[in-house]
């Protein structure tokens, strides 16, 4: 979306990130798990601030004090991916 500023120029204006209640975010957290330890796919709906993203892959790693998980993406090919900035997991 573009906004006009007050001198007259055009500015690009992003999105705002969606607040997650305490219950979906848990249900993220569950599916992230799932996926760590049976090595099923998933799919991850990730916050951007023009347009969300989605990514598929496996998650290998899950590091809790960072929260963030390592999701294989494919052969030799990863992406660290900050937990507060998924939007849904299937």
Do not use: C
């Amino acid at each position: 979306m573009k906004k006009r500023s007050s001198a007259g120029s055009w500015k690009r204006v992003g999105r705002t990130k969606p607040v997650l209640d305490p219950q979906e975010m848990e249900l993220i957290e569950q599916a992230l798990a799932e996926s760590l330890y049976t090595h099923r796919t998933i799919k991850l709906r990730l916050f951007g601030e023009y347009e969300d993203q989605e990514l598929t892959g496996t998650v290998s790693v899950i590091h809790t004090y960072r929260r963030e998980i390592k999701l294989a993406t494919g052969i030799g090919e990863w992406d660290w991916i900050k937990i507060n900035d998924i939007v849904s997991a299937n």
